[in-house]
């Protein structure tokens, strides 16, 4: 069970560092006025990233790593 919830928790940070990622791009992109780089809005207009798919999945991503972060911390005891 052990390195389920390690490997559960590894796949999760990277995860979120991959969503956050592709947000920050899109944001700096929608900042210069530039079209979606990432490809989460299929638009030749910039479009507001906290308005984009990108940016929902991120969140959901970072809420599922810090309950796994919960999860690895209290299993430990």
Known sequence: MKKLIISQFVVLLLGTI???????????????????????????????????????GALFFLIAFILSFFILRFSRK
């Open 18 to 56: 991959f969503a956050w990622a592709n947000f920050v791009w899109e944001l700096v992109a929608w900042l210069n006025s530039e079209p979606c780089p990432t490809g989460c809005v299929i638009s030749a207009e910039p479009v507001n990233p906290f308005l984009t798919p990108c940016f929902y």
